[in-house]
């Protein structure tokens, strides 16, 4: 059993910048930042696997950078350029299958979250 904790959400202004981590207890192969907003189905933002290879969502590519430090068990996503329309809660995923790109934002997929964290930006 692995166990995920995000921090670093918040509140931003439009064009603004936030670095969210998320801590886990053990190994995995993949991990992934997937959001939720008020009223939309969760969807996958960005994608890593343990080899350093990444997916990212079109809505976020070039604004959004994923990362991972392997020897600490964390999990990081970048956001800059952030937009109203990335407000949401935040979560991390993760799981020891190794994903290709097609089943990388597919949530079944992924054997641990975490609670979340809060994003909120204003325009």
């Known amino acids: 059993q692995v166990q995920l904790q995000e921090s670093g959400g918040g509140s931003v202004q439009s064009g603004g910048s936030l670095k969210l981590s998320c801590a886990a207890s053990?190994?995995?192969?993949?991990m992934a930042w997937f959001r939720q907003a008020p009223g939309n189905e969760r969807e996958g933002v960005a994608g890593?696997?343990?080899?350093?290879?990444?997916n990212y969502a079109d809505s976020v590519r070039g604004r959004f950078t994923i990362s991972r430090d392997n020897a600490k068990n964390t999990l990081y996503l970048q956001m800059d350029g952030l937009k109203p329309e990335d407000t949401a809660m935040y979560y991390c995923?993760?799981?020891?299958?190794?994903?290709?790109?097609?089943?990388?934002?597919?949530?079944?997929?992924?054997?641990?979250w975490g609670q979340g964290t809060q994003v909120t930006v204003s325009s």
């Open positions: 995923a993760a799981t020891p299958m190794y994903l290709l790109s097609h089943g990388m934002f597919i949530d079944q997929n992924y054997n641990y």
């Open positions: 053990g190994d995995t192969r993949c």
């Open positions: 890593i696997r343990s080899d350093g290879s990444t």
